[in-house]
């Protein structure tokens, strides 16, 4: 029986802990499985980043990217090890790229999930351009803060409209306050989101593949603390209510790994925050959850380059 070697590639910004930990785990495994006439086994490597040729063919079967949604150069090399050398990469690089919270908000309230109502601002301020000025003489319109505040009522929320780690979001509580934090929005263009306050849980699920862990989250706590350490803490209903909805949201984007934040009020859950497709992953933050997810990362990975699981490249939104 021929014996075969599935490459997997991590594509790596800052991370420290989990890699060690997800390289040490497949070394000290050592696996060598039968699967469909082979002896398969498994090698881990991280992915360099350096010039290289369109051409030429990439060994890997599966990369775990963490970089392509801030690299460039790291993004065009795995939409190239797709396209041209068929690898499998989770997440998806065009739907990160292209899949900002704007975009996830307007395609889950599409499939009815109970959104908070929420107002895209214009920027306050504008990078200057020769045809800025006319355009904003001919078509801006002002629009009354007074007006909007007491639409969505307080408290309101404002962050960007993308992006994540928390960078950007103000808690609104008065008109002044929302002035306030409008005009030290600067160019960013900005969410206004009714707030689901006060809330009876507030949770992150946590996807990656077919699995999903639940973890009680505290927005209000230090950032190494927010992560709390209860588990089995939902009724099984409402565990069902934030796995499935994770779920479906990682299938629509094409995501394999992904963070969806849920409030509940008065029974119902509401998705807040589910553009997250490079969830922490520190041990820092995560602290007792840290095994379960390097756990989830091996299995998914693992799976991936043994199969070989197709890739798919693009997403049909048809019905």
């Given at each position: ?26 070394s ?34 599966v ?18 090890a ?59 319109r ?50 206004l ?36 350490q ?17 779920l ?34 520190q041990?820092t ?8 997810l ?26």
């Open positions: 029986m021929p014996t075969v070697t599935r490459h997997i590639g991590l594509s790596l910004g800052a991370d420290l802990c989990w890699p060690q930990c997800f390289e040490d785990i497949v000290k495994l050592d696996l060598n499985l039968e699967i469909g006439g082979d002896r398969v086994r498994f090698d881990v490597e991280r992915v360099t980043i350096e010039p290289f040729r369109l051409d030429k063919p990439v060994k890997y079967d990369v775990v990217d963490r970089l392509t949604h801030w690299l460039d150069t790291s993004r065009e090399w795995i939409k190239k797709t396209i041209l050398d068929g690898v499998y990469v989770f997440n998806n690089p065009w739907s990160v790229q292209s899949m900002e919270k704007q975009t996830t908000y307007c395609a889950m309230m599409r499939l009815g999930m109970p959104i908070p109502d929420t107002i895209l601002l214009p920027p306050k301020d504008y990078e200057e351009s020769a045809d800025l000025r006319p355009t904003l003489e001919r078509y801006a002002l629009f009354d803060f007074d007006q909007l505040g007491d639409q969505l009522g307080y408290p309101l929320f404002m962050k960007p409209y993308d992006g994540g780690g928390w960078v950007g979001v103000s808690k609104i509580d008065s008109a002044e306050a929302l002035r306030a934090a409008y005009d030290a929005s600067g160019k960013f263009v900005m969410h989101q009714a707030g689901v306050h006060p809330y009876d849980w507030f949770v992150r699920g946590i996807g990656l593949g077919p699995q999903v862990m639940l973890v009680n989250y505290d927005p209000t706590a230090p950032l190494h603390d927010r992560y709390q209860d588990v089995d803490f939902l009724e099984p209903a409402d565990a069902k209510v934030v796995e499935d909805t994770t479906v949201i990682n299938a629509f984007f094409g995501w394999d790994f992904n963070s969806c934040e849920m409030l509940q009020k008065n029974g119902i859950w509401h998705p807040i925050d589910f553009a997250n497709p490079c969830p922490d992953s041990v933050s995560l602290h007792v959850h840290f095994p379960n390097v756990k989830a990362k091996l299995r998914w990975s693992l799976f991936c380059a043994a199969t070989k699981r197709p890739f798919r490249s693009n997403l049909n939104w048809a019905p």
